[in-house]
């Protein structure tokens, strides 16, 4: 089930990360926030889930969803498909902000909320129709952990249920459907009896957050990537599997092991020790900086996921072969109405000792067709004035057939994809008068900083610019195919 456009009431930590899923599936986004730096936080988790996507997929992105910031909520949700609410965990707040998407959304609008843990039941209370309000409970970083949790309310449709799971499927997301609700569904219930164990380890100072933390990522959280509890647990029985497992470690859970029952006192000193402990971990880096390991870890550990199997993958890394192939078949199926931005014929100067048009002429009309490409983008005299330009940084091309004096030619362009940085094109050169293709160009453009010399990324404007003109012009079919000739992936 294809989706076009969502709406996102919401854009901070969570918000901001179905906003970065939903652009690179192409889907446009509008956001409704009302916090002062929304824009700037959105920008930045959408350059680290760009910069991701980049390094986890091998399979060619659709152009880039537009993204717009609405005044009001109703003008976010007006003509989405798809709202998705991830405003503060307040019952109150949310019953407030649903019921007013409800009454804004169009009739046929799935609502999903990313509440961590309330109950859909209680969240429908008040809409006008709370058959479409599901929970969607993502993880943290959206753009990377595919898991959306799926739970409905008493008076959520069973049509809701398969309509949303197909639309986050669609979205290279692995929906588990829960049976029935319960607070905290499945993934926080688990989190959180773990996480009160540690509260307890570090307010009785048997260990630090730091030792925790290696306890679990030096442990069990690596067996954790890859299989569940009860696939570990099965194997950590031996030959004789889970029942040996049981019948051993049963027992234990009636010790008096666990505090589980009871929660440490959340107060300023506890906060204190744990705040200090975390600083020091964090041994200065940023949340960005944090988020970057993160999603490099990540990347890392699924795409070595995606290795197993033989190249079919397992868990996460199936999943992630799953949306490649999805990726695939989408480009494969696009159909793109090229750009014609150049034509002219052969002239007698262009025409080498071969007695054809000589090679270098073919880079010549390929950079003035860029050029061409710019100028529709509205790149002008004062836009290079202000010290922002492209620069063609990568160009394979491929001759496949002659031109003579005097032949005619026109070229054909499409976006293969674009980022915040980088335009990623396909020209070809016809004869107008044969349709003989004659030369193709594969080209990088990277958008630069001339005075820093650097690459920069391009304002929101021209960004939304680039990707209307994507959606118009995108991948042409086979076109990831040419992508191997160029070093950069899309
Ligand atoms: N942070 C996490 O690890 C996860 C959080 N969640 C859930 O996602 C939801 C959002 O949590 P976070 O993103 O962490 O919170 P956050 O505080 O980072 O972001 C909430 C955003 O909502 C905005 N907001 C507040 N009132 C609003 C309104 N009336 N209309 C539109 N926007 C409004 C705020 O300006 C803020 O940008 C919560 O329900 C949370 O339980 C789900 C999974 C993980
Ligand atoms: C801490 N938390 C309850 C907000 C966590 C989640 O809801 C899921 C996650 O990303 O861990």
Known sequence: MALNRAACIGGGVIGAGW???????????????????????????????????????????????QLRFADTLEQAVAGAELIQESVP?????????????????APDAIIGSSTSGLLPSDLQQGMRHPERLVVAHPYNPVYLLPLVEIVGGHQTSTQTIRRASSLYTALGMKPVTINREIEAFVGDRLLEALWREALW???????????????????????????????????????????HFLGQFGPALKWPWTKLM????????????????????????????????????LVAIIRALAQQQGGAGW?????????????????????????????????????????????????????ETSDAL???????????????????????????????EGDGYETRTRILSADDKRLHVFHQISNPATGSVLASAEQML???DTTAQKATPVDADLGNRIAALAREHAVLPGAAAVGRYVGQRP
């Open 89 to 105: 965990e307040r019952l109150d707040l949310k019953r407030a902000v649903l019921q007013a998407i409800d009454a804004h959304a």
């Open 262 to 297: 009871d929660v440490p006192e959340m107060d300023e000193a506890l906060i204190d020790k744990i705040a200090a402990q975390s600083d020091e971990q964090a041994g200065g880096r940023s949340i960005r900086d944090l988020e970057r390991i993160r999603d490099d870890n």
């Open 201 to 243: 380890l570090v307010k009785d100072d048997i260990a630090s957050v730091t030792e925790i933390d290696d306890v679990i990522r030096y442990s069990f959280g690596l067996r954790w990537a890859q299989m569940g509890l009860f696939q570990t647990y099965r194997i950590a029985g031996g030959e004789a599997g889970m029942r």
């Open 446 to 448: 990277l958008h630069v």
């Open 315 to 367: 868990g996460a890394g199936a999943a992630l072969r799953d949306q490649e192939q999805m990726l695939r078949d989408a480009a494969a199926d696009a159909t793109a109405a090229p750009l014609q931005l150049t034509s002219g014929s052969v002239p007698a100067e262009w025409i080498d000792y071969n007695g054809h048009m000589t090679e270098h002429r073919y880079l010549q009309v390929f950079g």
């Open 374 to 404: 710019l100028t529709h983008l509205g790149l002008d005299a004062d836009y290079f004035a202000s010290g922002r330009s492209f620069y063609t940084v990568e160009t394979h091309i491929m001759h496949l057939g002659e031109a003579h």
């Open 19 to 65: 906003i970065a899923r939903l652009l690179l599936a192409g889907v446009d986004v509008d956001v409704f926030d009302p916090a002062p730096d929304a824009q700037r936080i959105v920008a930045e988790v959408l350059a680290n889930a760009q910069r991701a996507a980049g390094k986890l997929l091998d399979a060619p992105l659709p152009a880039p969803g």
